[in-house]
């Protein structure tokens, strides 16, 4: 039995939660806060969530827990077997995370938690995003999904990613990220009807 460690208002936690129900792994969820406190940083060197502990064990980074979730239960696949694609599945995932996620992540304290952010760091954000966008259309595949015909890991984070920054983005810019992105868009239509997705959002709504 694996533990989940985190909360479920969190994007990563989702995204973990939602690959851990795909594969079928047998969880358990345990809520714990993103903290500096030594039990956390013990499981989570950043003190981020989420976090997974695996007989007595334990690991941080959705994509860190991706790769290990895909090796001991290699069914469904969230990589292609081909190698170069496999790899191309990854560098989606990468921009997803660093240039698109990352960056509107910025200003997440004051769209969701009151905060306030500089005028600089949200002129920064919105180029950043904006550059961000336009390097992911040049590799998003689409056709159905993120990365081609295959449902991959890329199908996941873009879901989660945009969940997140589209509001973020929506809030402090009056944005809509994905305008003009149709790919991205059906992506988005056919995860929300994915069957682990909707178990992760109804449970989310549900506590
Ligand atoms: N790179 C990490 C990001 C995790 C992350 O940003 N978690 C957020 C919640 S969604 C968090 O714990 N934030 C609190 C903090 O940064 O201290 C991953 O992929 O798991």
Not at 55 to 63: C, H, K, P
Not at 98 to 126: H, M, N, P, Y
């Amino acid at each position: 039995m694996i533990q989940l460690y985190g909360l479920r208002m969190s994007n990563y936690y989702s995204l973990v939660k939602a690959l851990l129900i795909e594969k079928q792994v047998d969880f358990e969820e345990i809520k714990a806060p993103p903290t500096q406190k030594d039990d956390n940083l013990l499981r989570t060197p950043m003190g981020k969530m989420p976090s997974i502990g695996v007989d007595g064990a334990y690991m941080s980074e959705s994509l860190a827990i991706a790769s290990y979730l895909d090796r001991v239960q290699p069914e469904p696949p969230l990589l292609p077997a081909d190698p170069f694609l496999a790899g191309k599945v990854v560098e989606l995932v990468c921009h997803l995370k660093l240039d698109i996620e990352l960056v509107a992540r910025r200003c997440l304290s004051e769209a969701l938690f009151g905060g306030q952010v500089s005028d600089e760091t949200k002129e920064s954000t919105k180029a950043e995003v904006a550059k961000g966008m336009a390097a992911l259309d040049r590799i998003f595949v689409g056709g159905p999904y993120a990365a081609g015909e295959q449902l991959s890991l890329a199908d996941f984070y873009t879901f989660y990613t945009f969940g997140l920054s589209g509001i973020i983005m929506k809030k402090m810019f009056d944005e809509d990220i994905l305008a003009g992105h149709e790919k991205i868009q059906h992506v988005m239509a056919v995860m929300a009807e994915h069957p682990s997705v909707q178990r992760v959002e109804a449970e989310q709504n549900s506590k």
